[in-house]
């Protein structure tokens, strides 16, 4: 069954998509954007009447994410994101040419797989969703496995591709199934052209090993992010609008994607100190759960959270090298200050470290252990010091600097780990005129 389901969604994809415009592809997707920020739309106010249930988050920050996911994807983010990727988005219907290859009489023709294989992980849905909108915008068929009991979102931005237009809906399909049931798997990988993966590194290269020669493998590991604000900008008028910012991202999907922050290295010298800095994120944290609650935990996940937070309790009243603020009465949200300079990686759920450094080298220094796994770096930072410290991120390996605030909010021409979004996928035919 599965494999016919891949080789009738290939052939739909040759009837109906592969010809299909670009500028065609991107009005239907950024339309169908704009209707998932709309509260009337009838499959988000599904998604915020079942989703909580189905997910785990709470409506409020479903809707958040949902907002700031959605919100992003218009017709002219869509078309920077083609020029970006390919220098000119009618390369994918047509032979064209960029200047380079204008002076040289040569074009090329962008081409996407005939069926991608997308294997997904459970914690966030962005990262699947994003994925099926790099499939349309390149015109491929699409499979999607999601992890066991993650498919409540994807299976419903589906089902709206499909009302919004049901020749892409045609193309696309979705399955869940529990991981390890190598032949399903085998059937997927014997008919696609590319597989995504998104997961821990060893299901990355389990994976890799299995496919056949001259498949295409675009896969993405395990990562950790983290914060850093400069001496400069820790004065009173500006830390306590950067301690909201810095709950923002600690809230945002409860903190359970790669871009979300485990520690805020804070440093020394400045008019605020860290630990001050880290009792105003307490606050903001507090603040933000009254309107944006973090989703109900499993019984064992809260457990470990309570365990935790007691080792702190004791290395706080023991060594006095610890300071720890927490939500009353639940485990919604944690703020550990820690004198302790390494890397620490959270248990997730806003629970989150801050650490006073004395400077960027010594977090880099410190943060070694975690060194090939960095995605994302918040920074506070004058426009005098920012160039200098980005500079340094990037040699040190980070693929993506932003603003505090934006940690969970990338653009959608952000480079996955520092490589191509769509430029990965396409096999590119150059016609030398």
Same mark, same amino acid.
């Given at each position: ?11 739909? +994809? =040759? ?57 992003? /994807? ?80 994807? +299976? ?50 389990? /994976?890799?090993?299995?496919?056949? %020669? ?54 020394? %010298? ?5 630990e001050q800095f880290a009792e105003m994120l307490a606050k903001a944290l507090d603040q933000k759960e009254r309107g944006e609650p973090r989703g109900n935990l499993p ?7 309570? %365990? ?14 610890? +300071? ?14 820690? =004198? ?9 759920? +806003?629970?989150?470290?801050v650490k006073e450094v004395a400077n960027l080298d010594e977090v880099l220094r410190t943060a070694e252990m975690v060194r090939d796994q960095v ?25 993506? /600097? ?9 653009? /959608?021409?952000? =480079? ?18």
């Amino acid at each position: 069954m599965l494999r016919e389901a891949l080789r009738q969604i290939k052939r739909n +994809r =040759r009837q109906y998509i592969r010809e299909m415009p670009t500028e065609d592809v991107v009005k239907v997707i950024a339309r169908l954007a704009s209707n998932w920020c709309d509260n009337l739309f009838p499959f988000r106010k599904y998604a915020l009447e079942k989703g909580p249930e189905a997910t785990g988050f709470s409506c409020e920050t479903l809707a958040k994410g949902l907002d700031q996911f959605f919100g992003r /994807i218009t017709e002219d983010s869509l078309h920077n994101l083609l020029s970006q990727e390919l220098g000119d988005p009618q390369r994918l219907d047509k032979p064209a040419a960029i200047p380079e290859e204008r002076s040289e009489n040569r074009m090329a023709l962008a081409v996407g797989p005939e069926l991608i294989g997308h294997i997904t992980a459970g914690n966030l849905p962005c990262p699947t969703l994003m994925c099926m909108i790099h499939g349309l915008l390149i015109g491929s068929a699409q499979f999607v496995k999601c992890a066991q009991g993650a498919g409540f979102l994807p +299976r419903l931005f589906a089902h709206s591709i499909y009302e919004a237009h049901n020749k892409f809906g045609a193309c696309l399909e979705l399955s869940e199934w529990e991981g390890g049931q190598a032949h399903l798997e085998d059937e997927l990988f014997a008919e696609a052209d590319c597989i995504t993966a998104i997961g821990r590194d060893a299901t990355l290269a389990a /994976i890799r090993k299995r496919l056949p %020669e001259g498949t295409l493998f675009l896969g993405h590991g395990h990562r950790v992010s983290f914060g850093f604000i400069t001496k400069d900008m820790m004065t009173r008028a500006i830390t306590s609008e950067l301690a909201t910012l810095a709950a923002d991202d600690v809230a945002a999907w409860d903190q359970l994607g790669c871009l979300s922050p485990h520690v805020f290295y804070v440093q020394a %010298e400045g008019v605020v100190t860290g630990e001050q800095f880290a009792e105003m994120l307490a606050k903001a944290l507090d603040q933000k759960e009254r309107g944006e609650p973090r989703g109900n935990l499993p019984a064992a996940t809260a457990a470990n959270i309570s %365990e935790l937070r007691s080792a702190y309790e004791m290395r706080a009243a023991n060594t006095g090298d610890i +300071r720890l603020w927490q939500s009353e009465d639940s485990t919604a949200w944690t703020v550990v200050f820690d =004198r302790e300079q390494g890397f620490t990686s959270s248990c997730l759920n +806003r629970f989150v470290y801050v650490k006073e450094v004395a400077n960027l080298d010594e977090v880099l220094r410190t943060a070694e252990m975690v060194r090939d796994q960095v995605s994302t770096v918040g920074l506070a930072a004058t426009k005098l010091d920012a160039a200098d410290l980005v500079r340094q991120l990037a040699h040190w390996g980070v693929t993506r /600097i932003c603003p505090i605030g934006k940690m969970q909010n990338p653009p /959608i021409t952000w =480079r996955h780990d520092g490589r191509p979004s769509l430029g990965n996928y396409v096999r590119w035919t150059d016609w030398e005129m």
